[in-house]
């Protein structure tokens, strides 16, 4: 059987290549997706003023999305460490990680060195959360890791609270004492 409609055979041993390259298949896509959005119109009326915020619509997924922890209360700074060599680096890095991630996910650590490349003897770990890196210091200040190294953590923001000292001391203020009865009657 042959056929009679010489441009349909043509067109059928046509590629898609072939046909976009004519501008057919082009034509076919964008009559098919102006029918769609014809038949879709999901605007908004003509002077419709939409009165609903993000957070009385979206309330509780708005609670689930991640922010960024601009705060330092999630750090924690670890001295009295082991001064190492870069060869036992390694080592040491994995002791101090099976320590310390008990209380939580570090994000980051940094072990500072010298120029010779000798580890200095204090480290620093970002935890996920301040809850994390709190735990971490009350459970590990004072932390026994050999005979000749207790550690002492301490917050990072501990640091900028003693920074911000002043020189000059002030005695407390005396309070009046209140009595309030004796607790036996």
Same mark, same amino acid.
């Given at each position: 059987?042959?056929?009679?409609?010489? +441009?349909?055979?043509? !067109? +059928?041993?046509?590629?898609?290549?072939?046909?976009?390259? &004519?501008?057919?298949?082009?034509?076919?896509? *964008?009559?098919? #997706?102006? &029918?769609e959005?014809?038949?879709?119109?999901?605007?908004?009326?003509?002077?419709?003023?939409?009165?609903?915020?993000?957070?009385?619509?979206?309330?509780?997924?708005?609670? %689930?999305?991640?922010?960024?922890? @601009? +705060?330092?209360? $999630?750090?924690?700074?670890?001295? $009295?460490a082991?001064?190492?060599?870069?060869?036992? !680096?390694?080592? /040491? %890095?994995?002791?101090? $990680?099976?320590?310390?991630?008990?209380?939580?996910?570090?994000?980051?650590?940094?072990?500072?060195?010298?120029?010779?490349? /000798?580890?200095?003897?204090? #480290?620093? !770990?970002?935890?996920? @959360?301040? &809850?994390?890196a709190? $735990?971490?210091?009350?459970?590990?200040?004072?932390?026994? /890791?050999?005979? +000749?190294?207790?550690?002492?953590?301490?917050?990072?923001?501990?640091?900028?609270?003693?920074? *911000?000292?002043?020189?000059?001391?002030?005695?407390?203020?005396?309070?009046?004492?209140? &009595?309030?009865?004796?607790?036996a009657?």
């Amino acid at each position: 059987p042959e056929c009679t409609c010489a +441009s349909a055979c043509e !067109m +059928s041993q046509m590629t898609a290549i072939e046909l976009w390259e &004519e501008g057919a298949y082009k034509q076919r896509q *964008e009559e098919y #997706f102006e &029918e769609e959005e014809s038949d879709n119109e999901f605007g908004d009326p003509e002077g419709y003023v939409d009165d609903i915020t993000d957070e009385e619509l979206l309330h509780d997924l708005l609670l %689930k999305k991640p922010t960024e922890d @601009t +705060s330092l209360d $999630n750090i924690i700074v670890v001295d $009295n460490a082991p001064k190492v060599g870069p060869d036992r !680096m390694g080592k /040491l %890095k994995s002791v101090l $990680n099976k320590v310390f991630e008990r209380f939580g996910k570090i994000q980051t650590d940094y072990y500072p060195v010298d120029e010779n490349g /000798l580890f200095k003897g204090y #480290f620093f !770990m970002e935890y996920a @959360t301040a &809850e994390q890196a709190i $735990n971490a210091v009350r459970t590990c200040d004072g932390y026994k /890791l050999d005979k +000749s190294h207790n550690f002492a953590v301490n917050l990072f923001t501990d640091f900028e609270k003693y920074a *911000e000292l002043t020189d000059e001391w002030e005695p407390p203020q005396k309070s009046p004492f209140n &009595e309030i009865g004796s607790s036996a009657s």
